[in-house]
């Protein structure tokens, strides 16, 4: 399994080879760099941490600073379950070249907050007449109650707060990949408004960047000559 964490930019299209334009979504994706590899979380599943999009340390509380010790300060951590056998570590970067044109993603997303909205907007309820003695009732929800066990029943579709919810969209494709600027393009809509954190995932064969050990700088230490002693008395004796 292959995954990245993304940042959602707005929509736009494409034009394929065969002239067929394609409606897309512009998503800047990593570079995450991996945080931590739980082997063995509460629920006995192999995990990979990996974090998204710089901040400041000033932003960040002291236990996520000593969290992110010799790593950059990112401002997202999101979980992602790993195969077992997956051979990943501490400090690995994952980039936009994991992904190659035509594979199959899994995005997540939190959907747009659209506020407080009655029935007609949140569940498209058809409303009421708006004659014949139905007076200010048009979009109205109508009779919420059983009339034999006296109460509402539980989920019933009533009026309330809309959007800000967490919407997984499976099959979208991607149409183009390009590693210089961290950015997919993914065909269709996904979940989110502009700078919308996205979880992507897909099948496959994750590729990671290793993490490279900082050079062994040796620290040469300049030879002091000491002057004769001697010569300096000699010389303050011929100046009196």
């Known amino acids: 399994m292959k995954f990245i964490l993304g940042k959602k930019i707005g929509m736009t299209q494409v034009f394929l080879p065969n002239g067929t334009v394609v409606p897309v979504t512009k998503v800047q994706a990593g570079p995450c760099q991996i945080a931590e590899v739980r082997a063995d979380n509460k629920n006995g599943v192999k995990a990979v941490q990996i974090g998204f999009g ?3 340390e000033t932003r960040l509380a002291q236990p996520q600073v000593g969290h992110l010790k010799d790593l950059d300060k990112v401002r997202n951590l999101r979980d992602f379950k790993v195969d077992s056998n997956a ?4 400090g690995d970067t994952i980039t936009v070249e994991t992904f190659i044109v035509g594979d199959k993603v899994l995005v997540v997303g939190e959907s747009k907050g659209k506020g407080f ?5 949140r569940h498209h309820f058809r409303g009421g ?4 003695g139905h007076k200010d009732n048009l979009r109205m929800p109508g009779s919420i109650g059983a009339g034999g066990v006296q109460r509402v029943f539980k989920g019933m579709r009533m009026g309330g707060r ?3 919810d967490r919407v997984t969209i499976k099959n979208l494709e991607i149409v183009e990949v390009h ?5 997919l393009y993914i065909k269709g809509a996904v979940p989110g408004g502009r700078n919308a954190l996205l979880l992507i995932s897909a099948d496959g064969e994750l590729k990671l960047k290793a993490v490279q050990a900082a050079p062994v700088v040796e620290e040469v ?3 002091v000559v000491a002057e004769p002693v001697v010569e300096q008395v000699a010389s303050k004796n011929q100046s009196a």
């Open 221 to 223: 230490i300049p030879e």
């Open 87 to 90: 051979e990943v570590k501490r």
């Open 179 to 183: 590693p210089e600027t961290n950015e």
């Open 129 to 132: 007449p708006a004659s014949h």
């Open 162 to 164: 809309m959007g800000g």
């Open 54 to 56: 710089e901040t400041k």
């Open 117 to 121: 909205a009655g029935v007609v907007k």
